[in-house]
Each structure stands twice: as C-alpha cells, then as structure tokens.
C-alpha cells in the first residue's frame, strides 16, 4: 500500500468512454476493461470513488435541441448516468470485488442515495463507490459532479479520464503541431482560456485546491502508474 503516492481518488469517466468504437451505449468489453484497471488499483490499496457521465445515451442539452424541455432532458441524462455505474458495478462485481452505486436522486430499489458519511464508509471499507445521477440537479454536469465528490470525500486527486492524453495549447486533431502540457496552475489554465473541464467543475476544484490530472483513459495501465506517481497526462495544481 505504501508505495502509492494517492489513497483516496475520484475517477471522473465520461459517458463516450464506455461507448469504444460504436456511437451509442455501452460497449461490453470497454466497460470489462476499465473495470480491470480501477480493480487493478483497488488491490493495491486506493479507495476509489467513479462518478461516470452519461453521454452515451442522452445528454439534456441535445435532448433540448431537438425540442424537449431542458430540465426534463437533465432528468434523463441524470438517470443515463445511473445505467451507466450500474453496468460499472455490475462489471466490478464480476471479477469479485465490492462495489456499491449511490445515486443523488432517490431510487431506493436500484441503488442506494448518496450520504456522504456512508460514501466515506464504503471507500474506507476498500468498495469502489460510484456516484451516479450527477450533482442531482439538472444544468450541471458530471465533471461538476466529479469535482463536487472529490471534494465531500476528501479526494487527494480528481482524474479525468479522456481520449486524448492531457491538456493541449490547441486541438490536436486540429494542430498536428499542438504542444501538451506536462503541468498547469489553475491560473494558467483560465489565463490561456484551456479547455479542461466546464466552469463550474473547474471554480470548484481551484476553490478547494484539488489536484487535477487528465489523462488518457485508452493506455492500459496509466491509472496503477498514475498512483504511483508516474506522471502521464497533464496535472493542474495550484
Ligand atoms: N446531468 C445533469 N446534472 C448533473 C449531471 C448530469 O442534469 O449534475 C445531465 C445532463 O443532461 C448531462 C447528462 O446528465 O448532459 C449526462 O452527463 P454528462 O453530459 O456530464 O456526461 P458525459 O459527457 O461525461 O458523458
């Protein structure tokens, strides 16, 4: 356990992560695989907190853009995200270990409500706890949610779990010759106007000074390394 340099972690992954190649859904064997790499760093003494989005089967602004009421729409995202981390649970507990999802709106025969002390109890227990339904409100999204549990449980770092490998100076698809950055400060990162996350999830991890790292969620084995304090992706700190 000794040698990880985070014990506590919030894993933030988006709805598209678990899509693989097709454009909707969840893909059997990515979800089986990201299970693998967050069990991976569970046996070696992390307590991991998920908070997975939803993207791959609705989104309230998309829903609104085609003429459905917004909030109606939030409400769908929201509840798209609790498939999503019951599929995740579902994936875990397959390869034996304890998982448990808690939702921000009450869906007592699916899953539990989030309490934060009983979170808190879960991840010292070793389960890996996913926080489903967002913040529970719709407007926000799951990178708020994200940031909003690294902060109620105490998180020593938020990873952002992407396609791409970090933070770029401009779009790499774009620029071939756009530069990664290996380390930011909050400050740079409004100051350059960088693309990390939406607002709110980023006032709130500066606020509360949580380190946040992006990285590539497709290299196998970045999450035990990052644990260890390999530096993959970009960090933004203070
Ligand atoms: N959502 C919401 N409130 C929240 C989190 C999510 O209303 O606190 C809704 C919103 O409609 C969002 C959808 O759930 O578009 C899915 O979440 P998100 O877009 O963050 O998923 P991701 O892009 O990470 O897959």
Redesign the pocket.
């Known amino acids: 356990m000794s040698q990880l340099k985070y014990r506590r972690i919030l894993l933030?992954?988006?709805?598209?992560?678990l899509m693989g190649d097709g454009d909707y859904g969840i893909d059997p064997a990515v979800i089986n695989g990201l299970a693998k790499e967050i069990i991976e760093a569970q046996k070696a003494g992390a307590e991991i907190g998920v908070v997975?989005?939803?993207?791959?089967?609705?989104?309230?602004?998309?829903?609104a853009a085609g003429g459905m009421d917004r909030v109606t729409?939030?409400?769908?995202?929201?509840l798209?995200?609790v498939i999503n981390a019951l599929a995740m649970q579902d994936a875990l507990e397959k390869h034996g270990v304890n998982a448990r999802v808690m939702s921000?709106i009450k869906i007592n025969q699916i899953c539990e409500d989030y309490i934060r002390r009983r979170a808190v109890r879960h991840l010292e227990k070793g389960r890996i706890t996913l926080f489903a339904?967002?913040?529970?409100?719709?407007?926000?999204?799951?990178?708020?949610?994200a940031a909003l549990r690294a902060t109620e449980i105490n998180a020593e770092l938020l990873l952002k779990a992407t396609k791409v490998d970090g933070i770029y100076d401009a779009d790499p698809k774009k620029n071939p010759g756009a530069k990664r950055f290996d380390k930011l400060t909050y400050d740079e990162v409004l100051a350059r106007d960088l693309q990390v996350m939406d607002t709110a999830a980023f006032a709130l991890c500066r606020e509360n000074d949580i380190p946040l790292r992006i990285y590539d969620m497709g290299r196998e084995g970045a999450l035990m390394r990052i644990l260890q304090g390999e530096d993959i992706g970009t960090l933004v700190t203070r």
Do not use: Y
């Open positions: 933030k992954l988006s709805g598209e992560a997975i989005g939803g993207g791959n089967i609705f989104r309230g602004a998309g829903l729409g939030d409400h769908m995202g929201m798209a995200t921000a339904a967002g913040t529970g409100n719709p407007f926000f999204t799951t990178d708020s949610a």
